[in-house]
Nanobody
Framework: QVQLVESGGGLVQVGGSLRLSCAAS????????MGWFRQAPGKEREFVGG????????WYGDSVKGRFTISRDHTKNTVYLQMNTLNAEDTAVYYC???????????WGQGTQVTVSS
């Protein structure tokens, strides 16, 4: 019912910035929470951050707090992940997710690769 498409991944140098986009389509009226996750090779999936439907409330994982910012553009039905001060540990496949609450992500994007050169 909900389709999520990530974009914006690529190669960036240490200390640089990158902005990921997640375009949502379909029956998004039932989606109240959007989130970002990432998974590096050989590691478990890690929570990056989440945002409420209104965009007024955001929350982040400890590893990215202070460096990453999530925002939401309702006119475009798109969620963004602004990543600053990137380091090699940020290298991962980043996934966009959507759900009815912060503990129930029902829909997932295909992922976009972010590689930070060291």
């Amino acid at each position: 019912q909900v389709q999520l498409v990530e974009s914006g991944g690529g190669l960036v140098q240490v200390g640089g910035s990158l902005r990921l986009s997640c375009a949502a389509s379909g029956r998004t009226f039932s989606t109240y929470v959007m989130g970002w996750f990432r998974q590096a090779p050989g590691k478990e999936r890690e929570f990056v951050g989440g945002i409420s439907w209104s965009g007024d409330i955001t929350w982040y994982g400890d590893s990215v707090k202070g460096r990453f910012t999530i925002s939401r553009d309702h006119t475009k039905n798109t969620v963004y992940l602004q990543m600053n001060t990137l380091n090699a540990e940020d290298t991962a496949v980043y996934y966009c997710a959507a759900g009815s609450n912060a503990r129930d992500y029902n829909y997932w994007g295909q992922g976009t690769q972010v590689t930070v050169s060291s």
